[in-house]
T-cell receptor, first 113, second 113 residues
């Protein structure tokens, strides 16, 4: 069983489109995250949710909107996609919060043309 | 601040040699220091972590050392093997307004035969 699963694995789309990435964890963890990894491999946190409540909202354009319908799911919706949004987006979870092991999903490679 | 500096950015060693990667953090309240390994096209995975109540931790060929006074920690890999080739990330929690785990910029390790 995959602990943290995200879909789709690849996403190729045109500028201006709206797209969503879904994430689910079956570990019973309280906290979920979205990380962005750019072409230089920098890993930067975007959002964090604890028990469906938004905890961290980094300086991310408001075109990015996370949604957590329950603590096992954290989806990411992106409006009006731009070329600079091209990156790998990783979902992750941890049991409670900060000082714990992160379990990453397999990543979604987003290419905006 | 929330910076985590990591050096070197690339490291090439011969099989069997040792590799050392160093990180410096800025938040003196940080108390948890994980290391993640990311193989090409894969997700980051935790390989070892250390908490601030110990100065060193070892797990087979990998070890991490922590110097809280100087605010730096290092990853040591001994008897390197080709399968150690990957990008390695250090991380440290930033306990500011919104606590989060900040990643270093990554070290690409290449183990040559």
């Amino acid at each position: 069983d995959t602990a943290v699963s995200q879909t789709p694995k690849y996403l190729v789309t045109q500028m201006g489109n709206d797209k969503s990435i879904k994430c689910e964890q079956n570990l019973g963890h309280d906290t979920m995250y979205w990380y962005k990894q750019d072409s230089k491999k920098f890993l930067k946190i975007m959002f964090s949710y604890n028990n469906k409540e938004l905890i961290i909202n980094e300086t991310v354009p408001n075109r990015f909107s996370p949604k957590s319908p329950d603590k096992a799911h954290l989806n990411l919706h992106i409006n009006s996609l731009e070329l600079g949004d091209s990156a790998v987006y990783f979902c992750a979870s941890s049991l409670r919060g900060l000082n714990e092991k992160l379990f990453f999903g397999s990543g979604t490679q987003l290419s905006v043309l | 601040g929330e910076n985590v500096e990591q050096h070197p950015s690339t490291l090439s060693v011969q099989e069997g040699d040792s590799a050392v990667i160093k990180c410096t953090y800025s938040d003196s309240a940080s108390n948890y220091f994980p290391w993640y390994k990311q193989e090409l096209g894969k997700r980051p995975q935790l390989i070892i972590d250390i908490r601030s109540n110990v100065g060193e931790k070892k797990d087979q060929r990998i070890a991490v050392t922590l110097n809280k006074t100087a605010k730096h920690f290092s990853l040591h890999i001994t008897e390197t093997q080709p399968e150690d080739s990957a990008v390695y990330f250090c991380a440290a929690p930033y306990t500011g307004t919104a606590s989060k785990l900040t990643f270093g910029t990554g070290t690409r390790l290449q183990v040559t035969l």
